[in-house]
């Protein structure tokens, strides 16, 4: 049985692993390591492994599940560093008053009809919800997130919004059996590239800066093709039994 210490100093191992990937992504793409942002995903841990991550550095953490973030964040309320929290799944429509206020970054606005809830509950709440429009970059109706061809008008309609700020995208590579690396650097590609047709013609006080896209099996793939954002998961949890 591991102990304590052992535990964190794994994850440290782990972190420090992953970012030195991350740097060297970014230095084969004549990028700074600042550019990118880890986001830890904690979803197939506890509380106390995800303590563990925000203890060696890493405060940009993630559920898929808005009821685990919600229980997360409740014991880790009072930590120090505090965690910056994303939602990185779908977000139903009951669920977003209690989980707007706790969020740092919402990964996955995919629809009008939540664009527009979110709208109002914030607006209830008095925040702004930050967020991200998900794109199925894969064209598989079977996946979730907004197909390419109707991303500018839920983009238009967000822009009308006050409570709701667009930072940019987020998309997931398929995994087809072959040649991995290389559709995923081409999905990985289309989508910064969408971003970069939207963001010529968004109003100017719009900007879409951020591109989420990477995990743990294809994160240098989106380094190299804008990312901006990774979402790393079992690459800082190897080893790490509690």
Known sequence: MATAD?????????L???????????????????????VGVTKYVSADLTRLLLEAGCVDVAESRPQSLWDKAAVLAAHDP??????????????????????????????LRLLGTIEAEAAAAGIVCNALIEVNIAGDPGRTGVME????????????MPHVRVL???????????????????????????????????PSMTGLH???????????????EGATLVRIGSALWEGLEE
């Open 6 to 14: 052992d535990l964190a100093d794994r994850c440290r191992s782990n």
């Open 16 to 38: 420090a692993a992953v970012r030195d990937r991350v740097a060297e992504a970014c230095r084969r793409a004549g990028r700074p390591p600042e550019a990118v942002r880890l």
């Open 82 to 111: 505090a965690p910056r929290w994303h939602l990185i799944g779908h977000l139903q429509r009951n669920k977003i008053r209690r989980t707007l206020p706790l969020l740092s970054l919402l990964h996955s606005l995919d629809s």
């Open 149 to 160: 061809a109707d991303v500018a008008a839920l983009l238009e309609a967000a822009a009308g």
């Open 168 to 202: 940019g995208l987020m998309g997931m590579a398929s995994i087809p059996e072959g040649d991995a690396t290389g559709a995923a650097r081409r999905q990985f590609a289309r989508l910064r590239d969408l971003r970069d047709e939207l963001a010529g013609h968004l």
């Open 210 to 224: 951020e591109l989420s896209m990477g995990m743990s099996g294809d994160f240098v793939e989106a380094i190299l």
